[in-house]
């Protein structure tokens, strides 16, 4: 079964393929990686391997089977892309987004290079929004420049969890930016002045801006419960969406 999501910014998850491995900043306190390691312990299907890579063939036709329309975000607890995952099995997984025109999927990557590599002679289907991680300035801002090579519908950045301020951003072609901070006891504080240049520089591009969390750190400086921290910007709720996401 796909699972319903906690994640504002969708409505359904589905894992064909569960597990990872660390590349980047981002990385460091791995919600996946802590959530495999209790779902391995409570003996829950799909995950005898803890957070280790693994194929699911047996997930791949779940969607199939849910008739009413829904937003996919696909592989929350692993990353599509990983260079251990083979074009064949990326070719199934693409194959079954095709025979569902009905679904919206999200595609969220840190594994930016290889996207335009896969996509070099297969097209993004229309009902996939494409995405990369942008953490920081030394591994997400180059990640941008590879999902702007491919021919997407949507193209959309994740700053999540925003560790630095990211300066001067190319959001040209990009159609959706995410921000949020980072949760867990071990949270590495975001702070607001770096929000609010990605808001002004998505107002200036009119790029969709989704304002997701402030996690464990609030906007004041202070560390406590990331729901208490809320979601608002300067008093705001920034949701929006791009054109075309039925949400």
């Known amino acids: 079964m796909t699972s319903k ?3 504002e910014w969708t409505e ?5 393929t569960t597990g990872c491995t660390k590349v980047s900043a981002g990385c460091q306190h791995c919600y996946a990686e802590a959530m495999a390691k209790r779902l391995e312990a409570m003996g829950s299907s799909g995950y005898e391997n803890g957070f280790q ?22 592989n929350s607890m692993s990353d599509l892309f990983h260079e251990e ?48 991680t942008v953490e920081n300035q030394e591994h997400g801002l180059p990640r941008i420049d590879y999902l702007r ?17 990211l300066g001067e951003l ?3 072609d990009i159609h959706w930016v995410i921000v949020g901070g980072e949760s867990g006891p071990k949270a590495r504080r975001m702070h607001k002045e770096w929000v609010e240049s990605v808001k002004q520089q998505c107002d200036t591009t009119s790029t969709a801006f989704f304002f997701k969390q402030w996690g464990g750190w609030g906007a ?3 560390k406590r419960n990331k729901k208490a921290n ?18």
């Open 5 to 7: 999501s906690d994640i």
């Open 12 to 16: 359904q998850t589905w894992n064909p």
């Open 53 to 74: 890579l693994s194929l699911m063939p047996a997930r791949l036709e779940q969607p199939l089977r849910r008739k009413k329309a829904t937003v996919y975000f696909v």
């Open 85 to 132: 995952i083979p074009d064949s099995y990326l070719d199934q997984v693409f194959d079954i987004i095709r025979q569902t025109p009905h679904h919206t999927y999200q595609i969220l990557t840190k594994r930016a290079v290889r996207l335009p590599e896969y996509f070099s002679d297969r097209a993004v289907p229309s009902n996939v929004l494409l995405g990369v």
């Open 149 to 165: 090579q491919v021919d997407a519908h949507i193209r959309f950045l994740s700053v999540e969890p925003l560790l630095e301020d």
């Open 170 to 172: 190319d959001l040209s």
């Open 220 to 222: 004041d400086g202070v």
């Open 230 to 247: 809320g979601k608002k910007l300067k008093g705001r709720i920034y949701q929006s969406y791009p054109t075309a996401v039925p949400l």
